[in-house]
């Protein structure tokens, strides 16, 4: 087994064991529908010069799954992913 999904009302837990391990070996999964929108929020975001860059882990694509996703690296060292599910 390498996913496992638990679920309670409208709160998820996801648990992949191969995940890629970095300063933390969590990732964050935030679902919408506008993740076009908040990949070119992030991509056209200019940091002021006293912040850092916003780093991306995996650019947007569609998933063989039919999701749409991409990630992000936050300043705490987690992944944050943002994906638009596929249709019900």
């Not at 191969?18 to 929020?41: E, I, N, R, S």
């Not at 947007?60 to 992913?81: K, V």
């Amino acid at each position: 087994m390498n996913f496992g999904m638990l679920a309670l009302g409208k709160a998820q837990l996801m648990l992949r064991p191969d995940g890629h391990q970095g300063p933390h070996d969590v990732t964050l999964w935030f679902y919408t529908d506008q993740v076009d929108a908040v990949y070119q929020f992030f991509r056209s975001w200019r940091a002021p010069a006293d912040h850092k860059e916003i780093k991306f882990v995996e650019d947007i694509y569609d998933t063989f799954y039919g999701a749409r996703e991409f990630g992000i690296r936050d300043l705490n060292g987690y992944i944050l992913c943002f994906i638009r599910p596929t249709a019900a």
